[in-house]
């Protein structure tokens, strides 16, 4: 490729503006076609750049951009589940060497899951009513008793236990859906709900059943009389979303009750002297639970799925509460049908519960709920991931059955009668007898009030969240800060490995993997400085989009420091730039990038892909399901824009600061933490407990109740919070700014988060490179103290008359 250096103005003269004018429309025309690239400079002693080709697209380059990640995402999809088979090395030799085999997705699925916590000895209780008595039914063939059972410290689960007035024959737990009451199941209610009196028929033959309460799609209990603020958010998406951010899951909460159940089926067969066969059935999000159990839980001799088994690769457009980090890469419904081999495994294809989004926002509450559906599949979409999983076992050993009807419609109910002789077959028995009628509806006053056990169980799930997020900073100061000592060059390889495991939290895409290609196009002249905007290719289908801002006064050979200038929620590029005070952004962010440019900084205001609403929120909704998040490809395009900067002539590779608000100030955070090319980072009007700001349910200012439902980020809680990425960054120098009426936070939680960041700082001997500015305003730049400390790390000049702090 040719490449020509142009001069147009400067000391050139009139006569060759009018001779050299005709010449750029023929180069322009000669890059456009991919024949050559040209630098223009802009006066005869500057060196601003117009370098590759032209950018022609009149496009809106950030809905461009949003849609290539979404692109890319589903091509990983696809890509993921076609490389799946690659980390599996099954071995069906027997039932031991099979689970050796498999034991390390096993580890990663309960740890993804949440399923960590050390379960309780088993203790059941039957409860009491008013006057003390037992609530408890008897009918001709089994007692059926309001429980509650020990699961994990701090925890207790409810439900039912029915008991044969004869000899046991098996045991089992049936889990109903999420809306779904066990009275439903025990044949105690007549609602013509489906599944109604599954588990009473199985009772009245000898079987002991433990049917536990699911956490509703209610919203009932969504919310917190300490902040006084309500949701729309199911109770389901109300504990995932501060369960995700410690490393719990609604998902491994619920199968934590089933275990603990399993236990005390297990203490019952002890105390009995018999090796009677445990089974666990489930529809809807109970054959969720029971697929995910069946694969978890060896002691499990059948499992029945009903309503729920299907192909996962649309697991984004699910109801957000299902959304497992990771699972995709290793898991789809097919593989967790097989880790329960050489156990007996039924699906059922059944009609399953319709969701058609979030529940009605109420009076007194707020929106902010994700989208999720739910449908019935298609039989054969069903069939063909069953067929995956029966291609994955040999075919002498297979372990898999699917009930289906003839025809394409589904069954009219789950828990139907074949498929209930298929699980029983798989607790060695052969027929389960004569089925009673239902029994007549309960009278008021003679239960349990299921509206009350249901906030029960809500709220101890929620309160033993709340506990684990007031511990968790001690697993974080164990696990890192514990493990620093020395000077800067004796932590430089710990902070590595830190580093890396940080890169897997967000999610690791390999580096930018295709050449820059830089486009570009002149966009505004001012006084003292050029702008142009840039694409640069990232990834296939992704790109990085900027705003250069050149000062016109550089001259030949000069190299000076760049600020990238980050904006924050909902923003553009030139949101940063404006100095009008009448347009948008100029309120939030002061004209920054212009007025750092204005000093001297060469200036790239990037746009980060959280531009939107639910369209840009979807890809982390695609993305974690793949072990990836938004900041998986936030990072890769700064990687290139760090990259890129530093091959401008103009630029000193070693200078390049990064300077960010609100989500900008979130960018701040994690970027520079793992893009060492970033010599210096502010965290504007974001800096804070982070953790708690996503989990804690006592303030009114958390993403617990916002519409921000992509905020939480798997088990940030136990390892990197704000002060630890704080210190991934150092000794990098590192800033805050902090307005006293930011509502993002309080000063008390920024002032505790920020003590350990300078501490690490000044036992480093590094008390000038961290900084904090407090000042009186509210979410905006300031830019007074941090451009002081830009100055002063950046150029070695303190030009700004130093304020208080």
């Known amino acids: 490729m040719t490449h020509y250096d142009f001069t147009i103005g400067g000391n050139a003269g009139k006569n060759r503006d009018v001779f050299y004018i005709p010449r750029v429309l023929i180069l322009m025309f000669l890059v456009h076609s991919g024949f050559c690239s040209m630098n223009f400079s802009t006066s005869g002693q500057s060196s601003a750049l117009f370098y590759g080709k032209p950018l022609l697209d009149k496009g809106d380059l950030s809905s461009l951009m949003v849609e290539g990640i979404d692109r890319f995402l589903m091509q990983e999809t696809i890509r993921v589940k076609n490389a799946r088979a690659d980390l599996w090395q099954y071995d069906f030799s027997s039932s031991g060497a099979f689970n050796a085999s498999i034991s390390f997705q096993r580890d990663f699925l309960s740890r993804r899951?949440?399923?960590?916590?050390e379960r309780l000895a088993p203790e059941l209780e039957v409860l009491t009513g008013s006057r003390l008595q037992k609530l408890s039914v008897e009918t001709e063939a089994c007692f059926i008793s309001a429980v509650r059972w020990?699961?994990?410290?701090?925890?207790?689960?409810?439900?039912?236990?029915?008991?044969?007035?004869?000899?046991?024959?098996?045991?089992?737990?049936?889990i109903p859906d999420a809306d779904v009451l066990p009275e439903v199941l025990a044949g105690l209610?007549?609602?013509?709900?489906?599944?109604?009196?599954?588990?009473?028929?199985?009772?009245?033959?000898?079987?002991?059943?433990?049917?536990?309460?699911?956490?509703?799609?209610?919203?009932?209990?969504?919310?917190?009389?300490?902040?006084?603020?309500?949701?729309?958010?199911?109770?389901?998406?109300?504990?995932?979303?501060?369960?995700?951010?410690?490393?719990?899951?609604?998902?491994?909460y619920e199968l934590q009750k089933v275990f603990a159940a399993v236990d005390w089926l297990i203490s019952r067969n002890k105390q009995e002297g018999k090796n009677t066969k445990i089974g666990v059935a489930g529809y809807g999000e109970g054959g969720l639970l029971a697929l995910f159990a069946a694969a978890l839980d060896q002691r499990i001799s059948s499992t029945l799925v009903s309503g729920y088994f299907n192909a996962r690769e649309q697991l984004w457009s699910e109801p957000i509460y299902r959304n497992v980090f990771g699972l995709l890469k290793y898991f789809g419904d097919a593989e967790l049908a097989v880790m329960a081999w050489p156990r007996t495994l039924v699906v059922e294809y059944s009609i399953i519960p319709e969701v058609s989004g979030p529940p009605v926002i109420k009076e007194g509450r707020s929106g902010g709920a994700a989208p999720g559906k739910l449908t019935t599949p298609d039989l054969a979409s069903v069939q063909n991931e069953f067929n995956r999983a029966k291609a994955l076992v040999p075919v002498d050993k297979s372990h898999l059955t699917l009930v289906s009807p003839v025809g394409e419609s589904a069954v009219p109910r789950p828990f139907s009668n074949y498929a209930i002789m298929e699980f029983a077959r798989g607790l060695d028995i052969d027929k389960t007898g004569k089925f009673a009628g239902l029994l007549s509806p309960l009278s008021p006053g003679e239960w349990t009030d299921v509206t009350k056990r249901q906030e029960r169980a809500v709220k101890d799930m929620e309160r033993h969240i709340q506990r684990i997020l007031d511990l968790c900073e001690l697993t974080r100061d164990k696990d890192f800060w514990q493990t620093l000592s020395g000077d800067t060059a004796e932590q430089r390889p710990v902070k590595d490995a830190h580093r890396e495991r940080f890169r897997e939290i967000l999610g690791s895409l390999p580096d930018p993997s295709v050449p820059a290609d830089?486009?570009?196009?002149?966009?505004?002249k001012t006084e003292k400085w050029t702008g142009y905007e840039i694409t640069l290719d990232v990834?296939?289908?992704?790109?990085?989009?900027?705003?250069?801002?050149?000062?016109?006064?550089?001259?030949?050979?000069?190299?000076?420091?760049v600020i990238v200038c980050q904006h924050g929620l909902e923003g553009l590029p030139m949101h940063v730039i404006t100095t009008d005070e009448e347009e948008e952004g100029f309120r939030h962010y002061q004209g920054f990038a212009s007025r750092l440019a204005d000093k001297g900084y060469v200036v790239f205001a990037p746009h980060n892909p959280y531009r939107g609403g639910d369209k840009f929120r979807l890809l982390q909704r695609k993305a974690n399901p793949l072990g990836l998040s938004l900041f998986s490809f936030i990072t890769g395009q700064h990687q290139r824009i760090v990259e890129w900067l530093g091959q401008q002539s103009f630029v000193d590779p070693s200078r390049i600061g990064f300077?960010?608000?609100?989500?900008?100030?979130?960018?701040?955070?994690?970027?520079?933490?793992?893009?060492?090319?970033?010599?210096?980072?502010?965290?504007?009007?974001?800096?804070?407990?982070?953790?708690?700001?996503?989990?804690?349910?006592?303030?009114?200012?958390?993403?617990?109740?916002?519409?921000?439902?992509?905020?939480?980020?798997?088990?940030?809680?136990?390892?990197?919070?704000?002060?630890?990425?704080?210190?991934?960054?150092?000794?990098?120098?590192?800033?805050?700014?902090?307005?006293?009426?930011?509502?993002?936070?309080?000063?008390?939680?920024?002032?505790?988060?920020?003590?350990?960041?300078?501490?690490?700082?000044?036992?480093?001997?590094?008390?000038?490179?961290?900084?904090?500015?407090?000042?009186?305003?509210?979410?905006?730049?300031?830019?007074?103290?941090?451009?002081?400390?830009?100055?002063?790390?950046?150029?070695?000049?303190?030009?700004?008359?130093?304020?208080?702090?």
């Open 189 to 252: 209610m007549k609602t013509g709900i489906a599944g109604e009196d599954a588990a009473r028929r199985l009772a009245e033959t000898g079987w002991e059943i433990i049917i536990p309460v699911m956490i509703s799609r209610d919203a009932d209990f969504s919310g917190s009389k300490v902040a006084e603020r309500f949701t729309n958010q199911p109770h389901r998406e109300w504990i995932y979303r501060q369960g995700y951010e410690v490393g719990r899951h609604v998902i491994g």
């Open 539 to 561: 990834w296939p289908e992704v790109f990085a989009w900027g705003i250069l801002l050149v000062p016109n006064d550089i001259r030949k050979g000069e190299k000076r420091p």
């Open 518 to 524: 830089p486009h570009s196009r002149l966009i505004r």
């Open 659 to 805: 300077y960010g608000l609100s989500y900008g100030g979130k960018t701040a955070m994690r970027v520079p933490a793992l893009v060492e090319g970033y010599a210096l980072s502010v965290c504007s009007a974001d800096f804070n407990e982070w953790v708690r700001k996503n989990a804690s349910t006592d303030y009114p200012f958390t993403y617990m109740f916002t519409g921000e439902y992509e905020m939480p980020e798997w088990d940030l809680g136990h390892t990197f919070n704000y002060a630890e990425m704080a210190g991934l960054i150092a000794p990098r120098p590192f800033m805050v700014e902090r307005g006293h009426y930011d509502g993002v936070g309080t000063d008390e939680w920024v002032a505790y988060e920020f003590a350990r960041v300078r501490r690490h700082y000044n036992i480093l001997g590094l008390n000038k490179s961290c900084r904090i500015e407090y000042f009186n305003g509210p979410h905006m730049i300031n830019g007074i103290g941090t451009f002081e400390f830009i100055d002063e790390h950046m150029t070695g000049k303190q030009d700004i008359e130093k304020q208080g702090y």
């Open 113 to 117: 899951l949440g399923v960590v916590d």
């Open 150 to 174: 020990s699961v994990i410290d701090g925890f207790w689960a409810e439900g039912l236990l029915m008991q044969p007035k004869g000899d046991v024959t098996a045991r089992a737990v049936f």
